[in-house]
């Protein structure tokens, strides 16, 4: 079955960084796009970033584009999240997700992981 | 970006009892290849969120047959036959149609009475 186990979350202080991880298992890691997707304390989801399956494509939400970098590591099945001069308000749970893709449209996240707390504060 | 809204944003519901989630978008969300992208989200209490239905109307593996998924262009509705206790959580819409960005609606509370 599909699994998807992050890790890496933590308290840190505004200005500084942290890198997520998301092992992936249970299918073929390579043939899908990946997403990042965030919920703030009480708050809704929030699409944040997505890695094409080749790793050629990369798209980011507004708010967190020039600070985070999404990547991946085929050979260890591997995502992540590279998240520089964070913000209060980037404290969230953040989750990594598997995309559906549909005839030939990533349709979006299907399968998602349990998440990690992530949170910004001196 | 293509916003999504929800209604209502809490409903509570007696068990055993229809319930019924409206969502809305601000364009239509048939993509160019024929497949409307929406698909709905339950989030239990404390879990991550588990997809329910995909492409408006698709259960996916394991759903139950009470939930159901309706709707077209703008206007979906996610519907429960009959509500029973671990139905209660938060259900979002998301459109797939329109990214960057993936976009959620801001999420229904279902609860019992």
């Known amino acids: 079955q599909v699994q998807l186990v992050e890790s890496g979350g933590g308290v840190v202080q505004p200005g500084r960084s942290l890198r997520l991880s998301c092992a992936a298992s249970g299918f073929t890691f390579r043939n899908h796009a990946m997403h990042w997707v965030r919920q703030a304390p009480g708050k809704g989801l929030e699409w944040v970033a997505v890695?094409?399956?080749?790793?050629?494509?990369?798209n980011y939400a507004d708010s967190v584009r020039g600070r985070f970098t999404i990547s991946r590591d085929t050979s260890k099945d591997t995502l992540y999240l590279e998240m520089n001069t964070l913000r209060r308000d980037d404290t969230a749970v953040y989750y990594c997700?598997?995309?559906?893709?549909?005839?030939?449209?990533?349709?979006?996240?299907?399968?998602w992981g349990q998440g990690t707390l992530v949170t910004v504060s001196s | 970006d293509v916003v999504m809204t929800q209604s209502p944003l809490s409903l509570p519901v007696t068990l055993g009892q229809p319930a019924s989630i409206s969502c809305r978008s601000s364009?239509?969300?048939?993509?160019?290849?024929?497949?409307?992208?929406l698909s709905w989200f339950q989030q239990r209490p404390g879990q991550s969120p588990r997809r329910l239905i995909y492409n408006v109307s698709n259960r996916d593996s394991g759903v139950p047959d009470r939930f159901s998924g309706t709707g077209s262009g703008t206007d979906f509705t996610l519907k429960i036959s009959r509500v029973e206790a671990e139905d209660v959580g938060l259900y979002y819409c998301?459109?797939?149609?329109?990214?960057?960005?993936?976009?959620f609606g801001p999420g229904t509370q279902v609860e019992i009475k």
């Open positions: 364009q239509s969300l048939l993509h160019s290849d024929g497949n409307t992208y």
């Open positions: 998301m459109q797939g149609t329109y990214w960057p960005p993936w976009t």
């Open positions: 890695i094409s399956y080749d790793d050629v494509h990369k």
């Open positions: 997700a598997r995309d559906h893709y549909y005839g030939s449209v990533n349709s979006g996240p299907d399968y």
